[in-house]
């Protein structure tokens, strides 16, 4: 079976830019979560979805952070402008249901120069 | 909200036994799950306690005491390539929400030397 799926896995891009990063779940998997992953700290949840529906938005900084799931599968998260203190791993996650267990993709490493 | 200590850096023999604390401040507690995560790589699944007891997992145990708000990993046989960072997150969530959430504690960076 294969795991999530995340690209690009490394991004430089300067300050005010947009970045956009991608997401393939696992299979019939019908929740997918976006989380960020700080240096030295675990990973904190941006976004959760079921589905085509975003359920859980709440830690999502909505004024430069936009995500979608168009079809219910693949997700885009894209944030514009980018700011220095956005570095970081943005880690996708997927799970058959709402309770089950989370298997997390490779992330992606953004850096902000 | 929610919060996770545990401690930030642990040290170990390979062969040897070591154990990583957890203890956390949570509403809605429904269980505590253990991950593993090499640099640079994602986040690995290695246990869910949502009783109290000990669950074993080949050479990886996990506890939970809900009562203490208190957890901890064990590792056992320790080899090189066991060498990660290990995280403990809290599954909480509320009655009839069909759903949870996952906070995280800092992590543990455990390193295993010959």
């Known amino acids: 079976e294969a795991g999530v799926v995340q690209s690009p896995r490394y991004k430089i891009i300067e300050k005010k830019q947009p970045v956009a990063f991608w997401c393939n779940p696992i299979s019939g998997h019908n929740t997918l979560y976006w989380y960020r992953q700080n240096l030295g700290q675990g990973p904190e949840l941006l976004i959760r979805?079921?589905?085509?529906?975003?359920?859980?938005d709440s830690q999502l900084p909505k004024d430069r952070f936009s995500a979608e799931r168009l079809k219910g599968v693949d997700s885009t998260l894209k944030i514009q402008p980018a700011e220095l203190g956005d570095s970081a791993v943005y880690l996708c996650?997927?799970?058959?249901?709402?309770?089950?267990?989370?298997?997390f993709g490779p992330g992606t490493r953004l850096t902000v120069t | 909200g929610q919060s996770l200590e545990q401690p930030s850096e642990v040290t170990a023999v390979e062969g040897a036994i070591v154990q990583i604390n957890c203890t956390y401040q949570?509403?809605?507690?429904?269980?505590l799950s253990w991950y593993q995560q090499h640099d640079g790589g994602a986040p690995t699944f290695l246990s869910y306690?949502?009783?109290?007891g000990l669950e074993e997992t080949g050479r990886f145990s996990s506890f939970l005491s809900r009562s203490d708000s208190y957890g901890y990993l064990l590792l056992q046989e320790l080899q090189m390539k066991d060498s990660a960072s290990y995280f403990c997150a809290v599954r909480s969530g509320y009655s009839g929400a069909g759903s949870y959430q996952l906070t995280f504690g800092k992590g543990t960076k455990l390193s295993v030397i010959p």
């Open positions: 979805y079921e589905n085509e529906e975003a359920v859980d």
């Open positions: 306690n949502a009783l109290d």
């Open positions: 949570t509403s809605g507690f429904y269980g």
């Open positions: 996650a997927s799970s058959h249901s709402p309770v089950g267990e989370q298997y």
